[in-house]
């Protein structure tokens, strides 16, 4: 394997994760078996379907940390989040980092700079597994002090078969976790996103307009939005401009907060 980590105590708690697959115990010698090969503080585990609300299958956070982490995040946050969009089943399975994710100007955007920076977080690295059934898990390693090293990275990328193969064996049918979930129809970007950009918008705005919305909030700039919408990027500024007049808004972050409070009304 690549890098300088234990293998005697790698190959100990990879077994003990074998052993627990099937078991409740399951995902935390899973996360104990990736910390054989990388030190990180935290992990959470979510569970994606289709335009359902995300399932927080497993996390170690103390109180304060997982009432942002998770119950903050639960009610509306992940819209936005990279990994939710990217997870989208059926997905390609990989280990990823948060920011080869995220838009171009996703660290500018309210998103991060309302909700993601109260994580405290230095880095965030994701892998995504397609457990079966349109259902995908994507199962963090957090970091508060530095970032994950170029090696440290490849490290974990040496032992993603082994994380899928467990991941997919032990999550096959949690399908039936979402089914008291109430379902939706409409296209595979989840139309839980344009009901809210909808009810957001309360009527006020246009078609274009709404997907301008949408891409601002996501983080994108006026250039990447232009790019994706097959129009210049001053004409995605000058509706910005219409938008704004049209909510009584007069900056991103009053955006953003219009925006997550008209997920209550959904």
Not at 75 to 90: K, N, R, T, V
Not at 135 to 147: D, G, N, P, Q, T
Not at 186 to 193: A, E, Q, Y
Request: some cysteine; overall charge negative.
């Amino acid at each position: 394997m690549a890098g300088k980590f234990d293998v005697e105590s790698w190959v100990a708690a990879s077994a003990e994760a074998v052993s627990a697959i099937g078991t409740p115990d399951f995902p935390r010698a899973l996360t104990e078996a990736m910390r054989a090969v990388v030190p990180f503080e935290f992990t959470v585990t979510f569970a994606y379907y289709q335009d359902r609300r995300p399932l927080d299958i497993y996390d170690d956070f103390p109180s304060a940390k997982r009432r942002v982490m998770v119950d903050d995040y639960q009610e509306g946050p992940y819209l936005l989040d990279p990994f939710y969009l990217h997870s989208a089943a059926p997905t390609t399975s990989r280990l990823v980092r948060l920011r080869e994710l995220a838009p171009d100007r996703f660290y500018q955007a309210e998103y991060f700079r309302n909700y993601y920076v109260q994580t405290g977080l230095a880095e965030e690295i994701g892998f995504i597994v397609d457990v079966g059934d349109d259902v995908s898990v994507v199962i963090s390693a957090m970091r508060e002090l530095k970032a994950f090293s170029a090696r440290e990275f490849r490290d974990l990328q040496t032992i993603f078969p082994f994380v899928e193969a467990c991941a997919t064996r032990h999550w096959a049918g949690l399908i039936e976790e979402f089914a008291g979930q109430p379902s939706s129809e409409g296209p595979r970007l989840p139309k839980l996103i344009d009901d809210a950009f909808q009810s957001f918008g309360r009527n006020l705005l246009t078609p274009r307009e709404a997907e301008i919305v949408e891409y601002t909030l996501k983080g994108h700039s006026a250039e990447a939005t232009g790019h994706a919408l097959g129009i210049a990027p001053g004409t995605v500024r000058i509706h910005r401009r219409n938008i704004y007049g049209k909510l009584g808004v007069s900056s991103q972050g009053e955006l953003f907060s219009q925006f997550m409070s008209s997920l209550e009304d959904l």
